[in-house]
Protein backbone atom coordinates (compact mmCIF):
# COMPACT_ATOMS: atom_id res chain seq x y z
CA UNK A 1 0.00 0.00 0.00
CA UNK A 2 2.77 2.50 1.30
CA UNK A 3 4.49 1.32 -1.89
CA UNK A 4 2.35 1.63 -3.96
CA UNK A 5 1.67 5.74 -2.97
CA UNK A 6 5.15 6.40 -3.13
CA UNK A 7 5.19 4.95 -6.68
CA UNK A 8 2.49 7.11 -7.54
CA UNK A 9 4.01 9.98 -6.19
CA UNK A 10 7.30 9.27 -7.32
CA UNK A 11 5.57 9.01 -11.32
CA UNK A 12 3.51 12.51 -10.36
CA UNK A 13 6.97 14.06 -9.76
CA UNK A 14 8.62 12.53 -12.74
CA UNK A 15 5.55 13.67 -14.59
CA UNK A 16 5.46 17.26 -13.27
CA UNK A 17 9.45 17.31 -13.38
CA UNK A 18 9.19 16.43 -16.89
CA UNK A 19 6.42 19.02 -17.76
CA UNK A 20 8.81 22.15 -16.07
CA UNK A 21 11.79 20.87 -17.97
CA UNK A 22 10.07 19.87 -21.36
CA UNK A 23 10.32 23.84 -22.68
CA UNK A 24 14.02 24.18 -21.44
CA UNK A 25 14.72 20.59 -23.49
CA UNK A 26 12.67 21.69 -26.10
CA UNK A 27 14.17 25.14 -26.23
CA UNK A 28 17.49 23.83 -25.95
CA UNK A 29 17.27 21.43 -28.42
CA UNK A 30 16.03 23.97 -30.76
CA UNK A 31 18.36 26.72 -30.10
CA UNK A 32 21.22 23.65 -30.31
CA UNK A 33 19.55 23.43 -34.13
CA UNK A 34 20.41 26.69 -35.30
CA UNK A 35 23.68 27.18 -33.79
CA UNK A 36 24.77 23.75 -35.46
CA UNK A 37 23.17 25.64 -38.81
CA UNK A 38 25.17 28.87 -37.91
CA UNK A 39 28.00 26.72 -37.69
CA UNK A 40 27.45 24.97 -41.31
CA UNK A 41 26.77 28.55 -42.75
CA UNK A 42 30.14 29.96 -40.85
CA UNK A 43 32.25 26.88 -42.47
CA UNK A 44 30.44 27.31 -45.96
CA UNK A 45 31.18 30.98 -45.90
CA UNK A 46 34.83 30.48 -44.90
CA UNK A 47 36.87 30.09 -47.81
CA UNK A 48 38.95 26.57 -47.43
CA UNK A 49 41.96 28.68 -49.43
CA UNK A 50 43.79 31.99 -48.18
CA UNK A 51 46.08 31.90 -51.44
CA UNK A 52 44.01 32.86 -54.22
CA UNK A 53 44.64 31.47 -57.77
CA UNK A 54 46.38 34.45 -59.87
CA UNK A 55 44.27 33.42 -62.78
CA UNK A 56 46.35 33.43 -65.52
CA UNK A 57 45.98 32.16 -69.13
CA UNK A 58 48.81 29.94 -70.92
CA UNK A 59 46.97 30.34 -73.61
CA UNK A 60 48.10 33.27 -76.40
CA UNK A 61 45.02 34.88 -76.50
CA UNK A 62 45.71 37.38 -73.93
CA UNK A 63 48.20 38.87 -77.17
CA UNK A 64 45.08 40.27 -78.73
CA UNK A 65 44.18 43.85 -78.88
CA UNK A 66 41.09 44.11 -76.26
CA UNK A 67 38.05 44.82 -77.47
CA UNK A 68 34.93 47.12 -75.59
CA UNK A 69 32.62 45.22 -74.44
CA UNK A 70 29.00 45.70 -75.65
CA UNK A 71 26.81 48.19 -73.72
CA UNK A 72 22.98 48.33 -73.42
CA UNK A 73 19.76 48.92 -71.38
CA UNK A 74 18.38 46.45 -74.05
CA UNK A 75 17.81 42.32 -72.65
CA UNK A 76 19.79 41.86 -75.91
CA UNK A 77 22.74 39.08 -74.88
CA UNK A 78 26.02 39.83 -74.97
CA UNK A 79 26.85 36.56 -76.51
CA UNK A 80 27.67 34.41 -73.44
CA UNK A 81 24.01 32.83 -74.95
CA UNK A 82 22.11 32.43 -77.18
CA UNK A 83 18.86 35.31 -77.69
CA UNK A 84 16.57 32.05 -77.38
CA UNK A 85 12.59 32.37 -78.46
CA UNK A 86 10.54 35.77 -78.30
CA UNK A 87 10.48 36.48 -74.83
CA UNK A 88 6.82 37.55 -74.50
CA UNK A 89 5.77 34.09 -75.85
CA UNK A 90 7.41 32.54 -72.72
CA UNK A 91 5.74 31.00 -69.79
CA UNK A 92 6.16 28.74 -66.82
CA UNK A 93 5.26 26.07 -69.70
CA UNK A 94 7.56 26.75 -72.46
CA UNK A 95 10.62 28.15 -70.27
CA UNK A 96 13.42 25.63 -70.64
CA UNK A 97 16.13 26.55 -67.53
CA UNK A 98 19.57 27.47 -69.28
CA UNK A 99 18.35 27.34 -72.63
CA UNK A 100 18.92 30.99 -73.62
CA UNK A 101 19.11 34.47 -72.37
CA UNK A 102 15.72 34.93 -72.52
CA UNK A 103 14.83 31.62 -70.47
CA UNK A 104 16.95 32.88 -68.26
CA UNK A 105 15.44 35.79 -67.97
CA UNK A 106 12.80 34.32 -67.64
CA UNK A 107 13.60 32.38 -64.29
CA UNK A 108 15.08 35.92 -62.88
CA UNK A 109 11.97 37.68 -63.31
CA UNK A 110 9.54 34.54 -62.01
CA UNK A 111 7.44 35.42 -58.78
CA UNK A 112 7.98 32.60 -56.66
CA UNK A 113 5.11 31.38 -54.10
CA UNK A 114 4.91 29.09 -51.38
CA UNK A 115 4.47 25.93 -53.71
CA UNK A 116 8.08 26.75 -54.78
CA UNK A 117 9.24 27.30 -51.25
CA UNK A 118 9.28 31.08 -50.77
CA UNK A 119 10.11 31.81 -47.02
CA UNK A 120 8.99 31.18 -44.54
CA UNK A 121 11.21 34.76 -43.87
CA UNK A 122 12.29 36.20 -47.08
CA UNK A 123 12.18 40.04 -48.74
CA UNK A 124 10.73 39.71 -52.02
CA UNK A 125 9.51 37.01 -54.64
CA UNK A 126 11.49 37.80 -57.69
CA UNK A 127 15.24 38.99 -58.46
CA UNK A 128 13.55 41.41 -60.70
CA UNK A 129 11.89 43.45 -57.31
CA UNK A 130 15.05 44.47 -56.98
CA UNK A 131 16.63 44.19 -60.19
CA UNK A 132 15.04 46.05 -62.47
CA UNK A 133 16.09 49.79 -63.01
CA UNK A 134 16.12 50.32 -66.50
CA UNK A 135 15.70 46.92 -67.66
CA UNK A 136 15.52 43.48 -65.78
CA UNK A 137 19.19 42.96 -64.00
CA UNK A 138 19.52 47.25 -62.95
CA UNK A 139 19.57 48.75 -59.65
CA UNK A 140 16.33 49.57 -57.67
CA UNK A 141 15.14 51.76 -54.41
CA UNK A 142 14.52 48.63 -52.37
CA UNK A 143 16.78 48.28 -49.30
CA UNK A 144 17.02 45.50 -46.77
CA UNK A 145 18.13 45.33 -43.21
CA UNK A 146 20.84 44.16 -41.80
CA UNK A 147 21.56 44.14 -37.84
CA UNK A 148 24.17 42.84 -34.99
CA UNK A 149 25.40 43.86 -31.97
CA UNK A 150 28.94 44.11 -30.18
CA UNK A 151 30.01 41.97 -27.23
CA UNK A 152 33.00 42.35 -25.92
CA UNK A 153 34.70 44.23 -28.93
CA UNK A 154 33.25 41.02 -30.90
CA UNK A 155 30.05 41.50 -33.83
CA UNK A 156 27.38 39.24 -33.39
CA UNK A 157 25.10 38.50 -35.69
CA UNK A 158 21.05 38.91 -35.31
CA UNK A 159 20.37 35.87 -34.13
CA UNK A 160 18.62 34.44 -37.64
CA UNK A 161 21.49 36.13 -39.34
CA UNK A 162 22.93 39.96 -39.87
CA UNK A 163 19.92 39.96 -42.70
CA UNK A 164 16.66 40.68 -41.24
CA UNK A 165 14.11 39.48 -43.45
CA UNK A 166 11.20 41.59 -43.66
CA UNK A 167 8.11 39.33 -44.62
CA UNK A 168 7.36 35.84 -43.96
CA UNK A 169 4.59 33.63 -44.96
CA UNK A 170 3.58 33.23 -41.28
CA UNK A 171 3.19 35.60 -38.88
CA UNK A 172 5.17 33.61 -36.17
CA UNK A 173 7.83 33.38 -38.97
CA UNK A 174 8.34 37.21 -38.74
CA UNK A 175 11.95 38.18 -37.66
CA UNK A 176 11.90 41.46 -35.70
CA UNK A 177 14.70 43.59 -34.34
CA UNK A 178 15.79 43.24 -30.87
CA UNK A 179 17.11 46.43 -28.46
CA UNK A 180 20.19 44.51 -28.30
CA UNK A 181 20.37 44.26 -32.05
CA UNK A 182 22.04 48.31 -32.26
CA UNK A 183 24.41 47.71 -35.06
CA UNK A 184 21.83 48.15 -37.97
CA UNK A 185 22.07 49.04 -41.39
CA UNK A 186 19.86 49.40 -44.73
CA UNK A 187 21.60 48.05 -47.93
CA UNK A 188 20.46 49.81 -51.51
CA UNK A 189 20.17 46.96 -54.35
CA UNK A 190 22.51 47.47 -56.94
CA UNK A 191 22.93 46.96 -60.13
CA UNK A 192 23.91 43.52 -62.09
CA UNK A 193 23.83 44.25 -65.71
CA UNK A 194 27.71 43.66 -67.06
CA UNK A 195 28.06 41.41 -63.74
CA UNK A 196 29.86 38.63 -65.95
CA UNK A 197 32.40 40.96 -67.63
CA UNK A 198 33.19 41.20 -63.53
CA UNK A 199 33.57 37.83 -62.33
CA UNK A 200 35.46 37.60 -65.71
CA UNK A 201 38.06 40.02 -63.77
CA UNK A 202 41.41 37.68 -63.01
CA UNK A 203 42.51 37.93 -59.14
CA UNK A 204 45.86 39.19 -60.98
CA UNK A 205 44.59 42.29 -62.54
CA UNK A 206 42.37 42.96 -58.56
CA UNK A 207 45.79 42.88 -56.65
CA UNK A 208 47.76 45.03 -59.78
CA UNK A 209 45.08 48.18 -59.32
CA UNK A 210 45.83 47.63 -55.65
CA UNK A 211 49.66 47.38 -55.80
CA UNK A 212 49.02 50.85 -58.15
CA UNK A 213 47.55 52.87 -55.51
CA UNK A 214 49.17 54.86 -52.81
CA UNK A 215 49.29 53.14 -49.73
CA UNK A 216 46.77 55.56 -47.56
CA UNK A 217 43.87 54.79 -50.54
CA UNK A 218 44.43 51.30 -51.00
CA UNK A 219 42.14 48.98 -50.88
CA UNK A 220 41.71 45.92 -49.25
CA UNK A 221 41.07 42.41 -51.35
CA UNK A 222 38.98 40.34 -49.95
CA UNK A 223 39.57 36.49 -49.85
CA UNK A 224 35.75 35.14 -49.93
CA UNK A 225 34.76 31.17 -50.76
CA UNK A 226 33.44 29.95 -54.23
CA UNK A 227 30.48 28.05 -53.02
CA UNK A 228 30.08 25.73 -56.20
CA UNK A 229 34.38 25.24 -55.78
CA UNK A 230 33.56 23.80 -52.55
CA UNK A 231 34.70 26.88 -50.84
CA UNK A 232 38.02 27.79 -52.74
CA UNK A 233 39.17 31.09 -52.36
CA UNK A 234 38.92 33.84 -54.90
CA UNK A 235 38.96 37.83 -54.39
CA UNK A 236 35.29 38.54 -53.85
CA UNK A 237 34.15 41.47 -56.50
CA UNK A 238 29.99 41.50 -55.99
CA UNK A 239 27.97 42.82 -53.18
CA UNK A 240 28.50 46.39 -50.97
CA UNK A 241 31.45 44.28 -48.66
CA UNK A 242 32.43 42.41 -51.88
CA UNK A 243 31.50 39.10 -50.06
CA UNK A 244 31.16 37.21 -52.99
CA UNK A 245 33.59 36.01 -55.91
CA UNK A 246 31.14 34.29 -58.27
CA UNK A 247 27.58 34.67 -59.60
CA UNK A 248 26.55 31.35 -58.64
CA UNK A 249 27.78 31.96 -55.30
CA UNK A 250 25.78 35.31 -54.99
CA UNK A 251 22.71 33.66 -56.90
CA UNK A 252 22.88 31.10 -54.24
CA UNK A 253 23.11 33.75 -51.51
CA UNK A 254 20.33 35.80 -52.84
CA UNK A 255 18.08 32.46 -53.44
CA UNK A 256 17.93 31.50 -50.06
CA UNK A 257 18.38 35.21 -47.74
CA UNK A 258 16.18 37.55 -50.25
CA UNK A 259 13.53 34.93 -51.11
CA UNK A 260 13.98 32.34 -48.76
CA UNK A 261 14.49 29.67 -51.43
CA UNK A 262 17.33 26.48 -50.69
CA UNK A 263 19.59 25.05 -53.30
CA UNK A 264 22.13 22.18 -53.00
CA UNK A 265 24.99 25.14 -52.75
CA UNK A 266 22.80 26.35 -49.52
CA UNK A 267 20.59 23.93 -48.08
CA UNK A 268 19.67 25.37 -44.46
CA UNK A 269 16.56 27.69 -44.53
CA UNK A 270 17.04 31.25 -42.82
CA UNK A 271 15.47 30.94 -39.09
CA UNK A 272 12.96 33.38 -37.78
CA UNK A 273 15.41 35.45 -35.26
CA UNK A 274 16.68 31.89 -34.49
CA UNK A 275 13.64 29.89 -34.21
CA UNK A 276 13.13 26.95 -36.46
CA UNK A 277 10.54 28.09 -39.73
CA UNK A 278 10.18 24.22 -40.13
CA UNK A 279 6.41 24.49 -38.79
CA UNK A 280 5.93 26.55 -41.82
CA UNK A 281 7.67 24.98 -44.61
CA UNK A 282 6.42 22.74 -46.44
CA UNK A 283 8.86 22.35 -49.32
CA UNK A 284 11.55 19.85 -49.22
CA UNK A 285 14.98 21.00 -48.79
CA UNK A 286 17.12 22.05 -51.54
CA UNK A 287 13.66 23.65 -53.06
CA UNK A 288 15.66 24.63 -56.41
CA UNK A 289 17.36 21.64 -57.14
CA UNK A 290 20.08 24.26 -58.92
CA UNK A 291 18.49 25.07 -62.22
CA UNK A 292 17.19 28.47 -60.87
CA UNK A 293 20.63 29.27 -59.80
CA UNK A 294 22.33 28.67 -63.03
CA UNK A 295 19.66 30.37 -64.46
CA UNK A 296 20.53 33.50 -62.71
CA UNK A 297 23.88 33.32 -63.11
CA UNK A 298 23.71 32.64 -66.99
CA UNK A 299 20.74 35.55 -67.26
CA UNK A 300 23.52 38.06 -65.57
CA UNK A 301 26.21 37.00 -67.34
CA UNK A 302 24.81 37.38 -70.42
CA UNK A 303 23.89 41.12 -69.89
CA UNK A 304 25.43 43.81 -71.31
CA UNK A 305 27.37 46.65 -69.48
CA UNK A 306 25.13 49.51 -68.31
CA UNK A 307 25.84 52.29 -71.59
CA UNK A 308 27.09 55.75 -71.09
CA UNK A 309 25.16 58.97 -71.66
CA UNK A 310 25.75 61.59 -74.36
CA UNK A 311 29.73 62.29 -73.86
CA UNK A 312 29.62 66.32 -74.53
CA UNK A 313 33.07 68.60 -73.93
CA UNK A 314 32.08 69.34 -70.27
CA UNK A 315 31.43 65.52 -69.46
CA UNK A 316 35.50 64.90 -70.70
CA UNK A 317 36.92 67.63 -68.69
CA UNK A 318 34.61 66.47 -66.42
CA UNK A 319 36.81 63.16 -66.62
CA UNK A 320 39.45 64.87 -66.03
CA UNK A 321 39.15 66.82 -63.26
CA UNK A 322 37.54 63.26 -61.92
CA UNK A 323 40.76 61.35 -62.56
CA UNK A 324 43.09 64.47 -61.34
CA UNK A 325 41.75 64.86 -57.79
CA UNK A 326 42.31 61.34 -57.17
CA UNK A 327 38.42 60.14 -57.14
CA UNK A 328 39.96 57.27 -60.18
CA UNK A 329 42.25 55.91 -57.85
CA UNK A 330 39.55 54.12 -56.53
CA UNK A 331 36.87 54.30 -59.00
CA UNK A 332 38.94 52.90 -61.54
CA UNK A 333 37.83 53.81 -65.00
CA UNK A 334 39.14 51.05 -67.29
CA UNK A 335 39.92 46.97 -66.42
CA UNK A 336 40.51 44.36 -68.78
CA UNK A 337 38.72 41.24 -68.50
CA UNK A 338 40.83 37.98 -68.86
CA UNK A 339 41.66 35.88 -72.04
CA UNK A 340 39.81 33.30 -72.94
CA UNK A 341 39.93 30.14 -70.99
CA UNK A 342 41.03 31.74 -68.21
CA UNK A 343 40.20 29.63 -65.88
CA UNK A 344 38.36 31.20 -62.65
CA UNK A 345 36.20 30.69 -60.06
CA UNK A 346 38.12 28.12 -58.40
CA UNK A 347 38.20 25.90 -61.62
CA UNK A 348 35.09 25.93 -62.32
CA UNK A 349 34.48 28.04 -64.83
CA UNK A 350 36.42 29.49 -67.80
CA UNK A 351 35.95 32.65 -69.76
CA UNK A 352 33.99 32.20 -72.61
CA UNK A 353 35.08 34.55 -75.42
CA UNK A 354 32.08 36.58 -75.06
CA UNK A 355 33.31 38.18 -71.52
CA UNK A 356 37.30 37.19 -72.45
CA UNK A 357 39.30 40.11 -73.77
CA UNK A 358 37.11 43.23 -73.05
CA UNK A 359 37.69 46.41 -71.90
CA UNK A 360 34.99 47.36 -69.67
CA UNK A 361 34.18 51.00 -67.77
CA UNK A 362 32.80 50.47 -64.45
CA UNK A 363 34.73 53.01 -62.71
CA UNK A 364 35.33 50.61 -59.09
CA UNK A 365 38.86 48.81 -58.00
CA UNK A 366 36.58 45.98 -56.87
CA UNK A 367 38.44 46.56 -53.61
CA UNK A 368 37.40 47.25 -50.10
CA UNK A 369 37.78 51.26 -48.65
CA UNK A 370 37.09 52.63 -45.37
CA UNK A 371 35.51 55.64 -46.44
CA UNK A 372 34.20 56.76 -43.05
CA UNK A 373 30.99 55.38 -44.29
CA UNK A 374 31.36 51.51 -42.82
CA UNK A 375 28.14 49.89 -41.45
CA UNK A 376 29.97 48.02 -38.95
CA UNK A 377 28.45 44.73 -40.42
CA UNK A 378 31.32 42.24 -41.19
CA UNK A 379 31.06 39.92 -44.37
CA UNK A 380 31.01 36.93 -41.46
CA UNK A 381 30.89 37.36 -37.75
CA UNK A 382 34.23 35.54 -37.37
CA UNK A 383 38.20 36.96 -36.83
CA UNK A 384 39.01 36.80 -40.63
CA UNK A 385 36.40 39.45 -41.66
CA UNK A 386 36.21 41.83 -38.67
CA UNK A 387 38.49 43.84 -41.33
CA UNK A 388 35.73 44.21 -43.35
CA UNK A 389 32.91 45.94 -40.66
CA UNK A 390 33.85 49.52 -41.79
CA UNK A 391 35.02 49.07 -45.28
CA UNK A 392 32.88 49.27 -48.40
CA UNK A 393 33.62 48.36 -51.91
CA UNK A 394 34.10 51.09 -53.98
CA UNK A 395 30.74 51.18 -55.72
CA UNK A 396 31.02 51.24 -59.11
CA UNK A 397 29.78 54.39 -61.05
CA UNK A 398 28.40 52.64 -64.51
CA UNK A 399 24.70 53.49 -64.38
CA UNK A 400 25.15 56.30 -61.72
CA UNK A 401 22.71 58.54 -64.28
CA UNK A 402 19.92 55.99 -63.26
CA UNK A 403 19.59 55.76 -59.70
CA UNK A 404 19.06 59.12 -57.65
CA UNK A 405 20.10 57.23 -54.03
CA UNK A 406 23.59 56.85 -53.89
CA UNK A 407 25.82 55.16 -51.24
CA UNK A 408 25.30 51.78 -49.52
CA UNK A 409 22.33 52.86 -47.24
CA UNK A 410 20.75 55.22 -50.48
CA UNK A 411 20.68 58.25 -48.24
CA UNK A 412 22.82 60.44 -50.98
CA UNK A 413 20.57 61.59 -52.26
CA UNK A 414 22.65 63.91 -55.29
CA UNK A 415 26.56 62.67 -56.37
CA UNK A 416 27.27 66.09 -54.55
CA UNK A 417 26.04 64.54 -51.59
CA UNK A 418 27.78 61.57 -52.04
CA UNK A 419 31.06 63.17 -52.71
CA UNK A 420 31.06 65.17 -49.48
CA UNK A 421 30.66 61.79 -47.12
CA UNK A 422 33.32 60.31 -48.46
CA UNK A 423 36.17 60.71 -45.52
CA UNK A 424 38.44 58.06 -43.91
CA UNK A 425 40.73 56.94 -46.98
CA UNK A 426 38.97 59.59 -49.39
CA UNK A 427 39.61 62.58 -47.27
CA UNK A 428 42.35 64.03 -49.65
CA UNK A 429 40.33 63.84 -52.37
CA UNK A 430 37.45 65.02 -50.68
CA UNK A 431 39.51 68.05 -49.56
CA UNK A 432 40.66 68.71 -53.12
CA UNK A 433 36.85 68.17 -54.22
CA UNK A 434 36.16 71.13 -52.21
CA UNK A 435 38.79 73.01 -53.21
CA UNK A 436 37.94 73.05 -56.94
CA UNK A 437 36.49 75.86 -58.86
CA UNK A 438 32.42 75.97 -59.22
CA UNK A 439 33.13 75.68 -62.84
CA UNK A 440 35.58 72.35 -61.83
CA UNK A 441 32.15 71.03 -59.67
CA UNK A 442 29.79 71.06 -62.17
CA UNK A 443 32.02 69.52 -64.42
CA UNK A 444 32.49 66.57 -62.40
CA UNK A 445 28.72 66.72 -61.74
CA UNK A 446 28.17 66.12 -65.71
CA UNK A 447 30.53 63.26 -65.80
CA UNK A 448 28.73 61.96 -63.13
CA UNK A 449 25.44 62.07 -64.81
CA UNK A 450 27.03 60.43 -67.65
CA UNK A 451 27.68 57.07 -66.34
C1 LIG B 1 14.66 42.29 -51.61
C2 LIG B 1 15.50 42.76 -52.67
C3 LIG B 1 16.37 41.80 -53.42
C4 LIG B 1 16.03 40.64 -54.07
C5 LIG B 1 14.69 39.98 -54.12
C6 LIG B 1 17.23 40.18 -54.71
N1 LIG B 1 18.27 41.04 -54.47
FE1 LIG B 1 20.12 40.93 -55.24
N2 LIG B 1 20.70 42.47 -54.07
C7 LIG B 1 19.89 43.15 -53.19
C8 LIG B 1 20.70 43.95 -52.30
C9 LIG B 1 20.19 44.85 -51.19
C10 LIG B 1 22.03 43.73 -52.68
C11 LIG B 1 23.27 44.26 -51.96
C12 LIG B 1 23.47 43.31 -50.79
C13 LIG B 1 24.67 43.59 -49.92
O1 LIG B 1 25.75 43.78 -50.47
O2 LIG B 1 24.53 43.56 -48.70
C14 LIG B 1 22.00 42.81 -53.80
C15 LIG B 1 23.11 42.41 -54.53
C16 LIG B 1 23.08 41.51 -55.57
C17 LIG B 1 24.22 41.17 -56.39
C18 LIG B 1 25.59 41.81 -56.35
C19 LIG B 1 25.68 42.80 -57.49
C20 LIG B 1 27.01 43.50 -57.61
O3 LIG B 1 27.47 43.71 -58.74
O4 LIG B 1 27.60 43.82 -56.58
C21 LIG B 1 23.82 40.16 -57.22
C22 LIG B 1 24.67 39.47 -58.26
C23 LIG B 1 22.42 39.90 -56.93
N3 LIG B 1 22.01 40.75 -55.93
C24 LIG B 1 21.66 38.93 -57.55
C25 LIG B 1 20.36 38.61 -57.16
C26 LIG B 1 19.63 37.45 -57.65
C27 LIG B 1 20.15 36.45 -58.63
C28 LIG B 1 18.41 37.48 -57.05
C29 LIG B 1 17.28 36.46 -57.15
C30 LIG B 1 17.62 35.13 -56.69
C31 LIG B 1 18.39 38.65 -56.20
N4 LIG B 1 19.59 39.30 -56.29
C32 LIG B 1 17.30 39.02 -55.45
C33 LIG B 1 18.51 43.07 -53.15
C34 LIG B 1 17.78 42.02 -53.67
C1 LIG C 1 39.44 55.75 -51.20
C2 LIG C 1 38.58 55.29 -52.27
C3 LIG C 1 37.58 56.27 -52.86
C4 LIG C 1 37.84 57.52 -53.40
C5 LIG C 1 39.15 58.25 -53.47
C6 LIG C 1 36.57 58.00 -53.88
N1 LIG C 1 35.59 57.08 -53.66
FE1 LIG C 1 33.65 57.25 -54.20
N2 LIG C 1 33.22 55.56 -53.19
C7 LIG C 1 34.13 54.77 -52.52
C8 LIG C 1 33.43 53.80 -51.73
C9 LIG C 1 34.06 52.75 -50.83
C10 LIG C 1 32.06 54.01 -51.96
C11 LIG C 1 30.88 53.27 -51.31
C12 LIG C 1 30.61 53.92 -49.95
C13 LIG C 1 29.32 53.50 -49.30
O1 LIG C 1 28.40 53.08 -49.98
O2 LIG C 1 29.21 53.61 -48.07
C14 LIG C 1 31.96 55.13 -52.89
C15 LIG C 1 30.77 55.63 -53.40
C16 LIG C 1 30.67 56.67 -54.31
C17 LIG C 1 29.44 57.12 -54.93
C18 LIG C 1 28.06 56.52 -54.71
C19 LIG C 1 27.79 55.52 -55.82
C20 LIG C 1 26.56 54.69 -55.63
O3 LIG C 1 26.26 53.91 -56.52
O4 LIG C 1 25.88 54.78 -54.60
C21 LIG C 1 29.76 58.16 -55.74
C22 LIG C 1 28.83 58.98 -56.60
C23 LIG C 1 31.19 58.37 -55.62
N3 LIG C 1 31.71 57.43 -54.76
C24 LIG C 1 31.90 59.34 -56.31
C25 LIG C 1 33.22 59.66 -56.00
C26 LIG C 1 33.88 60.84 -56.51
C27 LIG C 1 33.29 61.84 -57.48
C28 LIG C 1 35.13 60.84 -55.95
C29 LIG C 1 36.17 61.92 -56.05
C30 LIG C 1 35.75 63.23 -55.60
C31 LIG C 1 35.25 59.64 -55.14
N4 LIG C 1 34.07 58.97 -55.18
C32 LIG C 1 36.40 59.23 -54.47
C33 LIG C 1 35.50 54.89 -52.59
C34 LIG C 1 36.18 56.01 -53.02
Given at each position: M???????R?TW???????????L????????????????????????T??????VS?S?AA???????P???SN???G??P???D??T?????????R????????????????????PTY?????????????T??AS??T?L?A?H????QF??????????S??????????L?A??N??????SP??L?????????N?TL?N????????????A??V??????????????GWKG???????F?A????NE????????P???????R?????DT????????????A?A?F??A??V?????????????E?????I???????G?I?TA???????GG?M????????K?I???S?????????G????????A??????NR?????????????R?????????P??A?L???G???GV???Y??L????????????N??
Amino acid sequence: MTGAITSRRVTWLTVALIACLLPLLVSDLVSGQASSRDQRRRTRFTPTTTQVDPEVSSSLAAAAAPAQAPAGFSNVTNGFDPQGPDFNTLNEDTAVALRSFNDNRFTFEETETVADGLGPTYNAQSCRECHQNIVTGGASQVTVLRAGHLTGGQFFESQGGSLIQSRATHPDASENLTAADNIRAFRISPNTLGDGFIEAISNTTLLNIRSAQPSTMRGVAVVVPVLEANGVGRIGRFGWKGQHASLESFAADAYLNEMGITSPLLPDENTANGRDVAPYDTTSDPEDDGDDIKAFANFMRATMVPPRGAITATVTSGEQVFARIGCATCHVGSITTAPANTSINGGTMVVPAALANKVIHPYSDFLLHDVGTGDGIPIQPTAEFANTANRMRTAPLWGLRTRNRMMHDGTALTPEDAILRHGGQASGVTTRYRALSATEKSQLVAFLNSL
